[in-house]
Every structure is written in structure tokens, then in C-alpha cells.
């Protein structure tokens, strides 16, 4: 929680930052009283909730009472309405938005962070079918590839980092190594599919091989991020002193936010971030080992955790590669990070989620350590016994 609160309070302070206009007029009751901080706000009552939420009931159920059932209706449900006249929105050439009144919201986030439960769910109710080929693999992973296909016509990143995320799961939870090499190749004909009919994508394939080629074209992106982190040297150019963000470098407050830390705070600076998701595995880890000495029982409560620990290092993981020139450009945000409203809420929410399997495992050995204590020593003397001498058992 602590490393999530200190996340989302660099993600207040850089977003501010990055939107800076030459006007340069930011005040600290501007930045406290602001949309981000507000979110930050809500960010954290959100992981709060999810620390109180009896985990292991979200893979219970039967039938149409099970909550990961309606879990995968909904998020399938939002993300076909997305492509609906009057109720998808468009930005930045791509329908990822569904607005509502004055609020709007991404539909792939909640598929995102949702299919966790659903598959975690799907493992516990089958564990005895789950080292089949059919039902316990290709079954769940069928319907996930539908999801990241209605998801990847505007949102290609976050349909691969879906897949990888249900692929690690179903490894996790029992399928044999060598499945997901048959997958493999639909899965890569499926994304050579969508590169081939977007031209978009295609460009940003060359810019990755070699930017430098079209430099004020498809390479301009990229080079301006590198621009960016090189300019900020080992200490950075102080908060608030970056050149790039002046219009030099496109969505510097999102997808790009990590470049202008870069050049703000520094490869210290940089260092620091990479360093708090380090921390956040191995605090997530640690939950997850915890759980397994602790309750040996709640396997969805770990497979859920394994499944939202992925998704937050994956996700930061493919976002650092891009920002970096290590990947094609994708439009994946930073967690907790990158100016966001779905994704701060839904990222601590689920985070809230392994704050409540921690809260399992104390009381779980609360538990053991009483009944320990309750129960007679064999070799202490008994006073209802003649002489003070304990009977033998």
C-alpha cells in the first residue's frame, strides 16, 4: 500500500508537471486541488475497499451466482459497446471510450483487470480437468482470444498484454509448458493480422527497426522520447524543467510520462520508479508465499494474485520498453503513474485485492497460534491430579 501510495503521489506531481503550459503558472493548492489528486484520492479509498473484500468469494458460487460469471458477461458486454454510434467515443483516431453523462471510462481496463477473476475462478472449478488440452486450456483461453480480438481493432497493447497475462495464469495454474507453443502461432497470425490492416501499426513497426529513417515522420515519436531521456543526464534537469514536454514530445503526460521523469529527475530519478515496482513484486511475492503456508486451501486468492501481480509488471514493464525504444510504440499507460481515471481506480482496487489475501493469512495464523496455545502441554503438571503429577495420555 505504501509503495502504491507513493505511485500514484509521483503520478500526481509528473502528470502536473508534464502538462505544464510556458506559462508555467502551477500552484501547489492548483495541484492538491486538482483532477489527478482528486483520482490519487479515490485511487486509494478504491484499494481500501478491495482490502476489505472477502477475496475468496469472488470464485465461489454456482451457476448464474457466480460472481466471475457476470464478471465476464459485463466486461464482454462494454467492450462490444465501445463500437456502438452514440455510446463509443472516439480519441486520438481510436474507440476505446464509453461516455457517459459528463464521465467516461475505458472498457478494456475493466476486461483487463477483470479476466483474472474469471480465469482464476475457471481454474479452481475445474482443477481436475485443468491438464486437458481442451477444457482445462484451449476452453478458456478461446474465449479470452475472442475478448482480446473485439479489443484489439483500437487497443492492440492492451489485447497482448491480456493474453500474456491469461498464458502465465493457466501455466500457473497447471497446463503443461508446451500448450501455448501451439497456441502460438494463431496468436502471432492473429496480431500479424492486425498490424497487416492498420497502417498505423505497420509505421510504428518500421519506427521501432529504424527511426531514425523518417525522423520528422514515423520515427518523430520515439526520437523524442530518447531525446528526452538523454537530456536529463544522472540528475535530471530539475521538476518542471523539461524541454520536451513543450510540445516535442506527444503524450507526454500518458503513455510518455516516464521519459519526462527522465529527463526531469534523471537516471536517479528513473531508477527510483523502476525500483518501486521492483518492490511491488516482491511485496506481491511475498503475499502469494505467505498465503500458501498460511491457507493452503485459498488457491483463487493466490492464481488472483499471481494473475494482478502480472498484469501491473507486465503492463510497467512493456510501457518502460517503449518509452525506451525497446519496443514498437503501444498505448499503454504506466500503473498508478500515467494520467488515467480507470486505470488508477481498477490498478488499487486489485492491489486493495492482495492487501485482503494478506489480511487472510493473518488471521489464519491468528488462528493456528490460538488453538496452539489452547491445547494442554503433556508435560506440564496438572492440578487435578494426585501430587500435582500430569496423568499420562
Request: hydrophobic fraction near 55%.
Amino acid at each position: 500500500m505504501l509503495i502504491a501510495a507513493c505511485l500514484l503521489v509521483l503520478g500526481v506531481v509528473m502528470v502536473h508537471s508534464a502538462s505544464m503550459d510556458l506559462s508555467g503558472e502551477t500552484t501547489l493548492s492548483g495541484v492538491l486541488l486538482s483532477r489527478p489528486a482528486a483520482l490519487a484520492v479515490a485511487a486509494f479509498a478504491c484499494m481500501l475497499v478491495g482490502a476489505c473484500v472477502p477475496v475468496e468469494r469472488l470464485g465461489g458460487g454456482r451457476g448464474w451466482s457466480r460472481p466471475a460469471l457476470w464478471i465476464l458477461l459485463a466486461a464482454a458486454a462494454l467492450v462490444l459497446a465501445v463500437y456502438i454510434p452514440g455510446v463509443g467515443r472516439e480519441a486520438n483516431g481510436a474507440r476505446r471510450w464509453i461516455q457517459v453523462g459528463p464521465l467516461g471510462f475505458q472498457p478494456s481496463e475493466i476486461a483487463k483487470w477483470g479476466l483474472p477473476i474469471v480465469i482464476a475462478a475457471y481454474a479452481v472449478a475445474n482443477a481436475a480437468r485443468i491438464r486437458e488440452f481442451l477444457r482445462g486450456f484451449a476452453a478458456p483461453l478461446s474465449i479470452v482470444a475472442v475478448l482480446c480480438a473485439v479489443i484489439a481493432v483500437s487497443d492492440l497493447g492492451t489485447a497482448v498484454l491480456i493474453m500474456l497475462v491469461a498464458l502465465a495464469m493457466l501455466i500457473a495454474c497447471g497446463a503443461r509448458l508446451t500448450w501455448p507453443l501451439v497456441a502460438a502461432p494463431l496468436i502471432g497470425a492473429g496480431i500479424a493480422l492486425m498490424v497487416a490492416v492498420s497502417p498505423y501499426r505497420r509505421n510504428r513497426i518500421l519506427a521501432y527497426l529504424d527511426p531514425f529513417q523518417d525522423q520528422a515522420g514515423i520515427g518523430y515519436h520515439i526520437i523524442q522520447s530518447m531525446a528526452a531521456l538523454n537530456g536529463g543526464g544522472l540528475a535530471g534537469r530539475g521538476l518542471g524543467n523539461s524541454v520536451q514536454k513543450f510540445g516535442y514530445l506527444p503524450e507526454s503526460n500518458t503513455d510518455f510520462i516516464f521519459a519526462i521523469i527522465g529527463e526531469e529527475l534523471g537516471v536517479i530519478g528513473a531508477a527510483m520508479v523502476v525500483l518501486l515496482y521492483l518492490g511491488l513484486a516482491i511485496a506481491g511475492f511475498s503475499v502469494i508465499r505467505r498465503s500458501i503456508r498460511a491457507c493452503p486451501d485459498a488457491v483463487f486468492s493466490r492464481q488472483l494474485a499471481l494473475g494482478i501481480l502480472m498484469t501491473v509488471l507486465l503492463q510497467a514493464a512493456i510501457n518502460l520498453s517503449v518509452v525506451t525504444g525497446l519496443a514498437p510504440t503501444k498505448g499503454i499507460a504506466l500503473p498508478l503513474v500515467s494520467h488515467g481515471g480507470t486505470g488508477w481506480l481498477l490498478t488499487a482496487l486489485s492491489l486493495g485485492f492482495l492487501v485482503s489475501i494478506d489480511r487472510a493469512s493473518d488471521r489464519a495464523e491468528a488462528k493456528r497460534a490460538l488453538r496452539t496455545d489452547d491445547s494442554p502441554a503433556l508435560d506440564s503438571p496438572s492440578l487435578d491430579s494426585p501430587g500435582g503429577v500430569a496423568p499420562v495420555a
